[in-house]
């Protein structure tokens, strides 16, 4: 049995290893500075993300948005709930593996770990390689023992992070075709793993929506940002018919002035893709939708791994780019009659990541049919026809409301079917759990 002696040099070493825990006005300010570092390195960010299939107008909205969550750090702590970082020991730490267009945007969940008391290990796509060099230098400029960025080849450093018994939990971007191969290695590692990947996100336009709104809305969260490569940009939109031609007009009529070609022009708005992969499934998806009846009525366009802003109508659930992610600039356009068809179609995927609607009368019966549960829960295998995030007419003034932006910048995303889930162990059963989740809260505990 432990004697008194033995109990005090034990929590003596604890005390020793253990992280020491920062005031949180301590952090504001250092992520303040983290903000000016960022606006400091602009230039040497843009040209790098450029390079990583981003846009210069892309990078510097990303940049200027992530200095004023930075600078603005506080509304975090409610999403904190009081709680604390999982992290007990100097060398324990958070791991993210981090997708290529996603580089600025990394430091929201850094700044996260940093407010908790976590120390976190960035793996970076390589793709996005010298981005996340100039983000390195600067949060181990003022984080230098919590901030780690890791380099190593994406399978080899997986295999490690599993092993590795510093390693608390284990967060992951990409395709969930990669991710379902690693479930047997986590159970068997008893990690705590949780995934975001693609989604095919719909978006329903009821009767009494304003047609030309909804089509600037849409026009602007499809071909606003990174040329269509955000997984949670809606781009199947199902219109009702009565409205689809209004619609379509006011779709094509804005996405005539967009700027396409060199990306390190500030007027560009679509530039190359980051990946050729995402590249060949578009072009293959165009093909199969032409090849059923499809119809490109703007753009359809592909030079190299440039792919010009694309709208297609005639379109049906047998077609490839109604199921699988179109991870660029296209939009696929289907017209409805009632609101149960809207609600049948908006179902019928195998991604449930996100779902936009617009109107007012009908709208709670619609998020009421698609709408999972409000945070991440127990599930017994993966859950479809269900949405982890739902938006309802959600630009104000051209923008998106302040409760999204909130909710966007402390990583508050998730969704169900093969968007996103967790697994892990507790007690010794293994546990898959779906929905929205909070960074904070999945490498936290209660304080």
Not at 193 to 221: C, H, R, T
Request: hydrophobic share 40%; charged share 25%; with cysteine.
């Amino acid at each position: 049995m432990e004697n008194r002696k033995e109990k005090k040099e034990r929590l003596v070493r604890k005390r020793e290893k253990a992280i020491p825990m920062q005031d949180p006005e301590e952090v504001f300010e250092l992520l303040a500075k983290v903000a000016d570092g960022l606006d400091e390195k602009r230039n040497e960010l843009i040209e790098a993300d450029v390079g990583a299939g981003l846009t210069y107008q892309g990078s510097s909205v990303m940049i200027d948005h992530l200095i004023s969550v930075l600078k603005n750090f506080r509304p975090a702590l409610k999403y904190m709930g009081g709680r604390k970082g999982i992290c007990d020991g100097r060398d324990e730490e958070v791991v993210l593996i981090m997708p290529f267009n996603l580089s600025t945007p990394a430091c929201g969940p850094i700044a996260c770990q940093m407010l908790l008391g976590n120390n976190i290990r960035v793996k970076p796509s390589p793709i996005a390689f010298k981005a996340y060099r100039v983000l390195e230098s600067i949060w181990k400029r003022h984080f230098p023992d919590r901030v780690r960025f890791d380099y190593r080849e994406a399978k080899g450093f997986m295999k490690w992070a599993l092993e590795e018994p510093t390693v608390k939990v284990i967060g992951a971007y990409g395709t969930d075709r990669v991710a379902v191969q690693y479930k047997e290695a986590v159970q068997q590692a008893g990690k705590k793993y949780f995934f975001e990947g693609p989604g095919k996100n719909p978006a329903i336009v009821l009767e009494d929506a304003d047609p030309k709104d909804a089509a600037y809305q849409l026009f602007m969260l499809r071909f606003g940002i990174n040329s269509g490569q955000v997984c949670i940009s809606p781009g199947r939109f199902y219109i009702q018919e009565d409205l689809f031609e209004q619609f379509t007009d006011a779709l094509i009529e804005p996405t005539k002035g967009l700027v396409v070609g060199d990306p390190r022009n500030p007027n560009t708005n679509i530039g190359p893709l980051g990946s050729e992969l995402a590249v060949s499934m578009i072009d293959e998806q165009l093909k199969d939708a032409v090849a059923k009846g499809g119809k490109i009525i703007y753009g359809g366009g592909i030079n190299g791994t440039l792919i010009d802003p694309t709208i297609v109508v005639n379109v049906n659930h047998d077609m490839k780019g109604m199921h699988d992610e179109s991870f660029g600039p296209i939009c696929w356009l289907m017209p409805f009659r009632s609101v149960e068809e809207a609600i049948t179609l908006a179902k019928d995927n195998r991604y449930g990541l996100a779902v936009t609607i617009f109107g007012e009368k009908d709208v709670s019966r619609v998020k009421d049919a698609l709408q999972g549960e409000q945070h991440l829960h127990d599930v017994k295998d993966l859950v479809f026809g269900k949405f982890g995030v739902v938006s309802i007419n959600p630009l104000k003034g051209g923008a998106l409301a302040e409760e999204e932006m909130e909710r966007m910048a402390f990583g508050t995303i998730g969704g169900y079917g093969y968007s996103g889930w967790v697994w892990k162990t507790e007690n010794g059963k293994f546990k898959i759990q779906q929905g929205p989740k909070l960074y904070a809260l999945e490498t936290s505990v209660e304080a």
